[in-house]
């Protein structure tokens, strides 16, 4: 009787994480890339050295990742070329007394990209979007750089994402 009871809990245990698979799971465009070149992302917002910002958060993001090694140009499969196209700010929170000053502002970037393959011929292509609310203290402008910092991170997050795991 503990004979047949024991096979069915084993067959369920054994067959439980059968669609599970180790490592990543990468678009099917980019299975047969494994080294990957990230030159810095061109940069048509006014904001200065966010190019830099963000080309170096996604770089951090895709080696923690580990889908893909990254390597210069010359040695990559393919290349991940990238342009930054918006910076949105807005008022997220009004100060109580006054509703025209802001306390807390909502800041967006927007990046479009292409992975060209070693022919400089386009495999994948897609955006991706970040964003960040920041509180505003007396140095504005190092809170916006703050902001931009968090909003590149969470950009880098959901374009590695989208290049490691399709989504």
């Given at each position: 009787?503990?004979?047949?009871?024991?096979?069915?809990?084993?067959?369920?245990?054994?067959?439980?994480?059968?669609?599970?698979?180790?490592g990543s799971s990468k678009p099917s465009q980019?299975?047969?890339?494994?080294?990957?070149?990230?030159?810095?992302?061109?940069?048509?917002?006014?904001?200065?050295?966010?190019?830099?910002?963000?080309?170096?958060?996604?770089i951090k993001k895709i080696q923690m990742d580990g889908a893909y090694q990254i390597v210069p140009v010359s040695e990559a499969d393919a290349v991940l070329r990238g342009t930054i196209t918006t910076i949105e700010r807005s008022q997220f929170r009004s100060a109580r007394s006054n509703t025209l000053r802001t306390s807390e502002l909502l800041m967006r970037l927007q990046v479009n990209y292409?992975?060209?393959?070693?022919?400089?011929?386009?495999?994948?292509?897609?955006?991706?979007?970040?964003?960040?609310?920041?509180?505003?203290?007396?140095n504005v402008q190092l809170s916006e750089r703050q902001g931009l910092a968090d909003a590149?991170?969470?950009?880098s997050t959901s374009m590695a994402s989208q290049i490691s795991e399709g989504w």
């Open positions: 009787m503990k004979k047949f009871l024991c096979l069915p809990v084993l067959i369920l245990a054994l067959t439980g994480c059968s669609g599970y698979q180790l980019l299975a047969g890339i494994q080294k990957l070149a990230v030159p810095t992302f061109k940069n048509d917002t006014l904001e200065p050295r966010l190019e830099v910002l963000a080309t170096n958060a996604l292409t992975i060209e393959d070693s022919a400089g011929l386009p495999v994948y292509a897609g955006s991706a979007r970040g964003q960040s609310n920041i509180v505003l203290d007396p590149a991170e969470n950009l």
